[in-house]
């Protein structure tokens, strides 16, 4: 591998220059700032909780070292796997709003705006209230599922003769996401009362409960979807220039528009299944990282799955600590912060289209 540095951007030649990559150095250093504030949020969240613990002896407990057995026991057992699995699930949020924003081209498009994440956690609610036996490994096919049934009749109500509207993508979406957010409480209300409480925390987008089979399967995913993402980026920047020109290009637009939306769904599903729907990281996350730092398709997912993490495990430490020992979703957090900003960037698309 041979690299040159331009003054503004990054030259990586692999392959014996078989395959060449231009990386702007801006967003090259913002990916490693965010990398090293999300190692921080993570190191600070370990030495917070009912038991104080220093950052040496955290250190120590995760080297291996046994500083005594309660600290192993927080540390291993409670804190490390839920803040490893806030970041993870930030990450598939994060990435599912950018595959959607890059198949919609509309910035609007979040997993939980237009119904993929209520979607999901229809699905989840109706196993766990009618059939609770089912539950386990079930749990993040049926979000699967549900999800992109969700996703389907979406894009089929939004398209017509004249093609697809972007505004009318996300209006149908919210609409879609109302109906099912009233068939969720119909289930919640006439389901058996220990079965409901027992999504009721679910629902709020909780990361109290994670543990380290949340984060395998977390991992596992991302470590499925996030390469065939990054394999569709070259043809999704092609598609920002409209459908023509792409296929004039050769990009196989039908079957790179399927990918985008079954990545999107799948990462939206699984976070979904294991702690509930959280709202707007899909869209704050992926606005971030084109106002930080404008840069290529492929780029801008990976500083786009960054800041998520960041978001979600900050909104986790805050609910954490804000009134502790009271501790509040992170989904409720995340959506204090998304709604204001939803309602700006909707303002800013209702003056240059109308609605």
Do not use: K
Not at 29 to 35: D, G, P, S, V
């Amino acid at each position: 591998m041979s690299t040159t540095v331009a003054s503004r951007w990054y030259v990586v030649r692999l392959f014996s220059e078989r395959i060449a990559l231009r990386l702007p150095v801006a967003a090259l250093l913002w990916l490693a700032a965010t990398l090293a504030l999300l190692v921080g949020i993570i190191a600070f969240s370990l030495t917070v909780g009912s038991q104080p613990t220093s950052l040496d002896e955290v250190w120590r407990t995760l080297s291996g070292e046994t500083v005594s057995r309660t600290i192993d026991n927080v540390v291993w057992e409670f804190r490390f796997p839920r803040a490893l699995a806030a970041a993870l699930v930030g990450a598939m949020f994060a990435l599912s709003g950018a595959a959607l924003q890059n198949v919609t081209r509309n910035g609007l498009a979040d997993p939980s705006l237009v119904g993929v994440s209520q979607g999901a956690g229809l699905a989840v609610v109706a196993l766990t209230v009618l059939w609770p036996d089912a539950v386990g490994g079930l749990r993040p096919w049926v979000a699967f599922a549900g999800s992109l049934a969700v996703a389907v009749l979406i894009q089929s109500l939004t398209w017509t003769a004249r093609g697809a509207s972007s505004v009318r993508f996300i209006l149908m979406g919210v609409g879609v996401a109302a109906m099912i957010s009233a068939c969720t409480s119909v289930l919640m209300t006439y389901g058996q009362i220990e079965r409901v409480l027992s999504v009721l925390t679910w629902l709020s987008g909780s990361i109290n409960a994670a543990n380290w089979a949340d984060v395998q399967m977390l991992a596992v995913w991302s470590a499925v979807l996030l390469p065939a993402l990054l394999l569709l980026s070259r043809s999704t920047a092609a598609m920002r220039m409209g459908d023509a020109t792409a296929t004039a290009l050769g990009a196989p637009v039908r079957w790179v528009r399927y990918g985008l939306i079954t990545t999107a769904v799948g990462f939206a599903a699984i976070g979904t299944a294991v702690v509930g729907p959280l709202g707007f990281v899909g869209l704050i996350a992926p606005h971030a990282a084109r106002r930080l730092a404008p840069s290529g398709v492929g780029l801008h997912l990976l500083l786009t799955a960054t800041l998520g993490a960041v978001l979600v495990s900050l909104a986790d430490l805050v609910g954490r600590t804000l009134m502790a020992p009271i501790q509040i979703p992170a989904g409720l957090v995340t959506d204090l912060i998304g709604v204001p900003i939803f309602l700006i960037l909707l303002r800013r698309a209702a003056r240059r289209t109308a609605l």
